[in-house]
């Protein structure tokens, strides 16, 4: 009598290609791929190109169109963040046939819901723990927080509620915080110089924040190559910014806490403290936050606003290209202005 315990092997559920076909629009897009079935419903909204790209294959099978250079390059993880929307595969022997090559790696990397984890971040489990008790290389965690997964709503950093809600940010809490801070800074201008001179500084204030946005996106954040091979490193490196890159899509970490914006509010006001009178210092600190609000702003609306015009259709794809084909480049979120400068230009 054996004493192992047999293992079921789930069969997958058969489509034909007329029910896919029946789901051909925004609230139920399925779509074919090497043979099988994903329902990409929810990443309609997130997809970088816009929902209605999706919709226009909507029910029918893009295994031709994915592998198509000339219609768009697809990452390696667009192809993984497909493997939670599985459905199943289509009741097509010969495609099923075709399809089995292809599906075998991505088959023997994917969990129960879908996640790759290759040794990785579980995101359903306290994360930070998980970074700082690692043993990951610097290459292997580098490779792999910056191949993007989706979760729904937000991934735990900390196992102890009351540090976990401190670390969700909503987006409105950045207007709410800091406009009154700006307000106050521009009417202690207003004591000191003309209304013009004040719009002026503002405007060159902001004009700096551009400059500080891609400074920092770069070199302080994206600061991988130069990056210790210690966990402690790493895990540094994860909360101030590999965990956008991993959940790009978490909309309560979009933002930058209150908490760190102060911290980074104080050094810039003790940099221009240094360099220019100290009257000037109110004036391009406001201007200086009011580029900041409006970037974060921005940021967010990227990853979950519906762009009603072509500039923001242009940055909404150029910044989701940098999460989701490049992080390497294209480190302007709400301008290419310094990616042109510095040849930092993601084409």
Same mark, same amino acid.
């Given at each position: 009598?054996?004493?192992?315990?047999?293992?079921?092997?789930?069969?997958?559920?058969?489509?034909?290609?007329?029910?896919?076909?029946?789901?051909?629009?925004?609230?139920?897009?399925?779509?074919?791929?090497?043979?099988?079935?994903?329902?990409?419903?929810?990443?309609?909204?997130?997809?970088?190109? !816009?929902?209605?790209?999706?919709?226009?294959?909507?029910?029918?099978?893009?295994?031709?169109?994915?592998?198509?250079?000339?219609?768009?390059?697809?990452?390696?993880?667009?192809?993984?963040?497909?493997?939670?929307?599985?459905?199943?595969?289509?009741?097509?022997?010969?495609?099923?046939?075709?399809?089995?090559?292809?599906?075998?790696?991505?088959?023997?990397?994917?969990?129960?819901? %879908?996640?790759?984890?290759?040794?990785?971040?579980?995101?359903?489990?306290?994360? #930070?723990?998980?970074?700082?008790?690692?043993?990951?290389?610097?290459?292997?965690?580098?490779?792999?927080?910056?191949?993007?997964?989706?979760?729904?709503?937000?991934?735990?950093?900390?196992?102890?509620?009351?540090?976990?809600?401190?670390?969700?940010?909503?987006?409105?809490?950045?207007?709410?915080?800091?406009?009154?801070?700006?307000?106050?800074?521009?009417?202690?201008?207003?004591?000191?110089?003309?209304?013009?001179?004040?719009?002026?500084?503002?405007?060159?204030?902001?004009?700096?924040?551009?400059?500080?946005?891609?400074?920092?996106?770069?070199?302080?954040?994206?600061?991988?190559?130069?990056? +210790?091979?210690?966990?402690?490193? *790493?895990? #540094?490196?994860?909360?101030?910014?590999?965990?956008?890159?991993? *959940? +790009?899509?978490?909309?309560?970490? #979009?933002?930058?806490?209150?908490?760190? !914006?102060?911290?980074?509010?104080?050094?810039?006001?003790?940099?221009?403290?240094?360099?220019?009178?100290?009257?000037? %210092?109110?004036? *391009?600190?406001? %201007?200086?936050? #009011?580029?900041?609000? !409006?970037?974060?702003?921005?940021?967010?609306?990227?990853?979950? %606003?519906?762009?009603?015009?072509?500039?923001?259709?242009?940055?909404?794809?150029?910044?989701?290209?940098?999460?989701?084909?490049?992080?390497?480049? !294209?480190?302007?979120?709400?301008?290419? *202005?310094?990616?042109?400068?510095?040849?930092?230009?993601?084409?």
């Amino acid at each position: 009598m054996s004493t192992g315990a047999a293992v079921a092997v789930a069969t997958p559920r058969l489509y034909t290609r007329a029910e896919v076909e029946s789901h051909s629009n925004a609230s139920s897009c399925w779509i074919i791929l090497s043979g099988k079935v994903y329902d990409i419903t929810p990443f309609l909204f997130d997809h970088p190109g !816009g929902e209605e790209i999706l919709i226009q294959f909507g029910g029918q099978d893009v295994t031709e169109v994915m592998r198509d250079e000339a219609e768009h390059v697809h990452s390696e993880s667009a192809y993984e963040m497909l493997a939670q929307y599985y459905l199943g595969d289509v009741a097509d022997a010969v495609v099923a046939l075709a399809a089995e090559a292809d599906a075998a790696a991505a088959d023997a990397d994917a969990d129960a819901d %879908g996640i790759r984890r290759r040794d990785f971040i579980d995101p359903t489990k306290p994360m #930070l723990a998980q970074v700082w008790y690692s043993s990951w290389s610097k290459a292997h965690y580098l490779e792999q927080v910056h191949i993007p997964r989706h979760v729904h709503g937000s991934a735990p950093i900390f196992s102890y509620p009351q540090l976990e809600f401190l670390s969700l940010t909503p987006w409105y809490v950045v207007p709410v915080f800091w406009l009154p801070v700006i307000a106050m800074n521009i009417l202690w201008s207003l004591e000191s110089f003309a209304p013009w001179a004040v719009a002026t500084m503002l405007a060159l204030g902001i004009v700096h924040w551009t400059f500080l946005e891609y400074f920092l996106h770069r070199f302080v954040f994206h600061v991988d190559h130069y990056l +210790p091979d210690k966990t402690w490193a *790493l895990t #540094l490196h994860f909360l101030l910014h590999g965990i956008h890159h991993f *959940l +790009p899509m978490d909309g309560m970490r #979009l933002v930058m806490p209150p908490a760190l !914006g102060t911290a980074l509010t104080l050094a810039v006001y003790r940099t221009y403290m240094l360099v220019v009178p100290p009257a000037f %210092g109110p004036p *391009l600190l406001a %201007g200086s936050l #009011l580029g900041y609000v !409006g970037y974060d702003m921005i940021h967010y609306y990227l990853h979950h %606003g519906r762009p009603m015009t072509q500039h923001i259709r242009t940055m909404k794809t150029y910044h989701l290209d940098h999460h989701y084909k490049n992080a390497d480049l !294209g480190f302007g979120i709400t301008s290419k *202005l310094w990616d042109v400068v510095f040849r930092t230009l993601l084409l």
